[in-house]
């Protein structure tokens, strides 16, 4: 379990003067080292990212039961306003209420204090780079046992804690009308006091009836008592947080994450950019692609003439380029019986080919040489190249040249 501090504010009578505090640190509920005293900002630089638990000054908060209907726990809060408002002097609108545990009464113990106050302490912390993640009065330092009321005396003050969540801050000399005001709820069995010898226990024992009081003393001398109280007896916990509403504090996650915002930021700016980038590159390529698709079919329109429909220019190019070559790869193709013949046309000088017709494995040759000779020797060279059949259909004779006509077929 990771280290826990325990943070007691210190406010000074002026509001323009220093904010002080007490702090200490627990591992596993024991203190590992003692009090210290500080201003806000000392607090921070030791207590680091530790979670944190602050005590304000219990003068500022009022601590009252209330009914509720049922509901959800947001539904509650909204309530609860309103189910405080008859017994509160101030505006409602200026104070701040939290939603503390449920008693077995079926009440709520809610926690009342001035809006003011409450920005004030958290706007002195986050000054001071503090952010707790608990926020209560400085009562619930006492220890608590159910059946049992402890008090805290320091100077003219006593802290009472009558629950679990509850409790009050008062002068010495109104503390006996208060208790017997508060044991109208429920009285106690026991009564612990922590330094508070100079109490009269007869008035105390008179105020609340039947009740066993136990006398704690403690040292004077001690830098803060009620933190002393913590080293000595731990913390009973409350159930309760006045950090609620507005006021709820961020997940430590994001006070982890927060240093990292600004390289965050960067980082998204540099993923729209590569993004914006990417899509530009896309649609280029996307024009591109159109364009090379357009041309496509305007080859071959210009080499299929005949055919009207283009649906699929490179099937249908492969398809009649296909049947050109004789719907095979193999020895009858119209490739490969060119690549035969070729090399003994290429041989013979004033060749020329005028014409060439391949259909359903028949091609036939519209030539023109100087003589007949020439004529002759080319068939023979063509026959000796390939073994399809080679004739020669018709030979013409003008103006010292020769056309001569040679079909080569299937054998």
């Known amino acids: 379990m990771s280290p826990q501090v325990h943070l007691r504010l210190q406010m000074p009578p002026q509001a323009d003067e220093t904010i002080h505090a007490s702090w200490i640190r627990l591992q596993d509920g024991r203190a590992t080292g003692g009090i210290k005293q500080g201003d806000l900002a000392q607090a921070a630089e030791d207590i680091g990212g530790d979670p944190l638990t602050v005590y304000v000054p219990a003068l500022d908060v009022l601590l009252t039961r209330v009914k509720l209907p049922g509901g959800r726990r947001s539904q509650l809060l909204?309530?609860?306003?309103?189910?405080?408002?008859?017994?509160?002097?101030?505006?409602?609108?200026?104070?701040?209420?939290?939603?503390?545990?449920?008693?077995?009464?079926?009440?709520?113990?809610?926690?009342?204090?001035?809006?003011?106050?409450?920005?004030?302490?958290?706007?002195?912390m986050q000054q001071a780079g503090l952010r707790p993640q608990v926020l209560l009065p400085d009562t619930m330092l006492l220890p608590w046992t159910p059946g049992s009321w402890s008090l805290h005396c320091q100077q003219s003050n006593v802290w009472v804690r009558t629950g679990m969540a509850e409790?009050?801050?008062?002068?010495?000399?109104?503390?006996?009308f208060l208790l017997q005001q508060?044991?109208?709820?429920?009285?106690?069995?026991?009564?612990?006091?922590?330094?508070?010898?100079?109490l009269e226990q007869e008035v105390l024992a008179a105020a609340l009836g039947d009740v066993t009081i136990d006398v704690?003393?403690?040292?004077?001398?001690?830098?803060?008592?009620?933190?002393?109280?913590?080293?000595?007896?731990?913390i009973t916990p409350s159930g309760l947080n006045l950090l609620q509403g507005n006021f709820a504090p961020?997940?430590?996650?994001?006070?982890?994450?927060?240093?990292?915002?600004?390289?965050?930021?960067?980082?998204?700016?540099?993923?729209?950019?590569?993004?914006?980038?990417?899509i530009s590159e896309y649609l280029t390529l996307k024009r591109q692609s159109?364009?090379?698709?357009?041309?496509?079919?305007?080859?071959?329109?210009?080499?299929?003439p005949q055919i009207k429909?283009?649906?699929?220019?490179?099937?249908?190019?492969?398809?009649?380029?296909?049947?050109?070559?004789?719907?095979?790869?193999?020895?009858?193709?119209?490739?490969?019986?060119?690549?035969?013949?070729?090399?003994?046309a290429a041989k013979m000088k004033n060749v020329h080919i005028k014409n060439l017709r391949y259909h359903q494995g028949q091609m036939e040759l519209l030539l023109e040489l100087p003589d007949l000779q020439s004529l002759e020797t080319l068939k023979r060279r063509m026959s000796e190249a390939t073994t399809w059949r080679v004739e020669l259909k018709s030979a013409n004779a003008s103006d010292n040249k020769v056309q001569g006509r040679i079909q080569i077929s299937r054998p």
């Open 309 to 344: 429909r283009v649906v699929n220019p490179q099937a249908q190019m492969r398809h009649h380029l296909n049947q050109l070559r004789g719907n095979s790869e193999g020895e009858g193709s119209f490739t490969t019986l060119l690549a035969q013949i070729a090399p003994a």
């Open 290 to 304: 159109e364009q090379l698709q357009q041309q496509i079919v305007e080859v071959f329109r210009k080499t299929f």
């Open 216 to 234: 704690v003393a403690q040292q004077k001398t001690t830098p803060e008592p009620g933190l002393t109280l913590v080293v000595q007896h731990g």
């Open 78 to 124: 909204t309530a609860l306003p309103y189910a405080l408002e008859d017994n509160l002097v101030d505006n409602v609108e200026a104070l701040h209420c939290a939603l503390g545990p449920r008693l077995e009464t079926g009440d709520y113990v809610a926690a009342v204090v001035a809006e003011e106050k409450m920005q004030q302490w958290q706007s002195a």
């Open 250 to 278: 961020h997940s430590r996650l994001k006070q982890q994450l927060r240093p990292w915002y600004p390289a965050a930021a960067l980082a998204g700016v540099w993923l729209i950019l590569m993004l914006a980038g990417d």
């Open 167 to 176: 409790g009050f801050v008062c002068t010495a000399g109104s503390l006996p």
């Open 182 to 198: 508060a044991a109208t709820e429920q009285s106690p069995r026991n009564l612990t006091l922590y330094g508070c010898a100079d």
